[in-house]
């Protein structure tokens, strides 16, 4: 696939994700925002739920989310459902999505920023955001 021709300048949906809980908070960035800035959004996502996960290590007190401190983060493109097909027979087409990625300094936040922005293929996608400390690394599937 050959690149856009512009790159994608309109506004990034992250959404910090628990599986197993159900629990879904999104925000949303866009392509300049920077990575300072990127970490505080994301620790506010968590903060709004991370009273709501449970088999965490320790407890976080009301409003305190999850930190660099804490550990590192894993994120993964997800394409929305209203891309997608549905067949009649069938229900909703499956999601295409990647497998999880480790987030774990500026650059892979630039890489990531990249790949949404000039990728045809994840072009609008919605990021998906997980704390190291949410799951144990061999519940999830990585790259």
């Not at 072009?123 to 704390?131: D, G, M, N, P």
């Amino acid at each position: 696939m050959s690149p856009p021709e512009q790159p994608y300048l309109g506004s990034i949906q992250i959404t910090f994700v628990d599986h197993p809980g159900s629990i879904k908070v999104s925000d949303t960035i866009t392509s300049g925002t920077s990575y300072p800035e990127f970490l505080s959004d994301i620790t506010s996502l968590s903060a709004e739920v991370v009273h709501k996960i449970s088999g965490l290590g320790r407890q976080y007190a009301s409003q305190q989310g999850f930190t660099l401190a804490d550990g590192g983060w894993w994120f993964r493109f997800v394409l929305p459902q209203s891309l997608g097909t549905t067949n009649d027979d069938v229900g909703p087409c499956k999601i295409e999505e990647e497998p999880w990625k480790l987030l774990d300094c500026v650059s892979a936040y630039e890489n990531m920023i990249a790949d949404v922005t000039l990728s045809v293929k994840w072009k609008a996608a919605e990021i998906q955001i997980q704390h190291v400390n949410v799951h144990p690394m061999e519940q999830c599937r990585f790259t």
